[in-house]
């Protein structure tokens, strides 16, 4: 495989790999031992995971973090063919097949969480198992994100073109990255990016009543790999929805102590960045137990057939 290395404004490189015609940045940790791929919440770049990451790589895993399209330093790209997130689960079993990595354990937090969940729907020939953290339900969730993700962009567009959208705080950051991102942006036709964030944002309020963002309760049922849940405690990540999704997932457990438990009418309204980043010790504690018996019973499978 041939990777190349992306050059940023401050002379550091990293290396990317053409998927699916866009350039995506990705690292690898760890060296040795299955795969797992962690990705995190909103369009946040893979930093914010780098500590987790080493965590579970001294457990003899190697853990691939990567850029989507439109996050970090990889190349912004609409494609309207589909949802956002299954262009990402997509994105990510591409990516997986180009480093030989596959089968490998998907996991999460937030939209990364949806990403691994839509993954293991379309993608269950590469998938081991789930790892998955602060997962996204109900009402205000979907509306408030629908705005955040689709609205404010589709309205920046509609006043100011593409050229509102490269001086967003979202898309100023990708282009911070990766430079070339801003003529990639002004190249794109504005009503192709209006059309396209106006279908991802009507696939995003079709979960409104659903059990988690993406995915229905016959979908949940059909997962066949063991998941690993870890709850939330905002409005945005409720309990109630881990609960709801880890009852549905055939093989899964449930962990609602890891960060401060919160009753339903208690939740924060932000999630608390601070208390999940002191509390990544210990999910790298919970996710290194759940991968050792995950690969053991798959161990005892195979030795079976």
Known sequence: MKRNLLETEIGSVMPEVLVRGVRINFETIGSSGPWIALTPGSRRPYDELINLANEIARSNYRVLLHDRRNCGASEVAFDSSTSEHEIWADDLYALGQILGALPLYVGGSSAGARLAILYAIRHSDGLRGL??????????????????????FIRMAMEGGMEAVARSEHFSECIRARPANRERLLQTDVQ??????????????QSTNLPIVGATEADLSSIKAPACVIA???VIHTPQTARKAASLIPNSELHDNVVERRSDDNLLKEWNRKEWRDAEPRMAEIFASFLRKAETDRSESERKQ
Do not use: P
Request: glycine fraction near 10%.
């Open 232 to 234: 939330g405690n905002d």
């Open 192 to 205: 192709h990016f209006i059309k396209t964030m106006s279908y991802w944002r009507e696939c995003f309020l």
């Open 131 to 152: 790892t998955l953290w602060r997962l996204t339900g109900g009402q205000e969730a979907v509306d408030r994100l629908a705005k955040n993700y689709y609205g404010q």
